[in-house]
């Protein structure tokens, strides 16, 4: 089946700018996470959704970082007003989860390769 | 979750098995061991995870000592596609809670 996806798969934007990244993840996985790798620096976590709740959002860097879930499906991570040291590959991951079922194995997306000039 | 060590790099040569060790002096009896792979440009992908046994399925074995202090991650018959950083991370099972992930280890196929 279809695994996670993510677009664009490239955005150059200027300093200043707002973005967004979107998620599409795998059907039926109700968990949904977002994180990001900065070059030369290793993957962190972000944001975590179960549903269109977002029970963990303390990996976002700064209040200019907000994402949204809706329909327990796609998700956007809105970055506002970007700086230089936001440009990074963008991550999304999808888990199943379901009351009583073991589901913590997480597929993730190929990324959004975003550089602000 | 509790904090692994890994080397950072190493080599195998294309067709041999490759051996990557993880320490993680520090775990807990409910945690259990993942390794993840990241493929340049690609997304991480799941390998296989353990608890205290050793564990084998179609990409690996992971080998977990006694004491759970270390594990091996045995990729058997390695190819030139197996170059990539593989991750070890310690987290407890059944939860929907963030990875974490160190700085891996770059394993490097040669011909």
């Known amino acids: 089946g279809a695994g996670v996806s993510q677009s664009p798969s490239n955005k150059v934007t200027e300093k200043g700018k707002d973005v967004e990244l979107r998620c599409d993840p795998i059907?039926?996985?109700?968990?949904l996470y977002w994180y990001r790798q900065s070059l030369g620096q290793g993957l962190e976590f972000l944001i975590y959704?179960?549903?269109?709740?977002?029970?963990?959002k303390s990996g976002l860097p700064s209040d200019r970082f907000s994402a949204e879930r809706t329909g327990g499906s796609v998700s956007t991570l809105t970055i506002q007003r970007t700086q230089q040291e936001d440009s990074a590959v963008y991550l999304c991951?999808?888990?199943?989860?379901?009351?009583?079922?073991?589901?913590?194995?997480?597929?993730f997306g190929p990324g959004t390769r975003l550089t602000v000039l | 979750d509790a904090k692994t060590t890994q080397p950072p790099s190493m080599d195998c040569a294309e067709g041999r098995a490759a051996n990557l060790p993880c320490n993680h002096s520090?775990?807990?009896?409910?945690?259990?061991v993942y390794w993840y792979r990241q493929i340049h440009s690609q997304g991480p992908q799941y390998i296989i995870h353990?608890?205290?046994n050793n564990e084998t399925n179609e990409m690996a074995s992971l080998i977990i000592t006694e004491d759970r202090k270390s594990s091996t991650l045995i990729l058997p018959h390695a190819t030139l596609r197996d170059t990539a950083v593989y991750y070890c991370?310690?987290?407890?099972?059944?939860?929907?809670?963030?990875?974490?992930f160190g700085t891996g280890t770059r394993l490097q196929v040669f011909p």
């Open positions: 353990g608890l205290k």
């Open positions: 959704f179960q549903g269109n709740s977002a029970p963990d």
């Open positions: 991951a999808s888990s199943p989860w379901a009351a009583g079922v073991v589901g913590d194995t997480q597929y």
């Open positions: 059907s039926g996985h109700t968990a």
């Open positions: 991370i310690v987290r407890v099972a059944k939860n929907t809670d963030k990875l974490i």
């Open positions: 520090t775990i807990s009896g409910n945690e259990y």
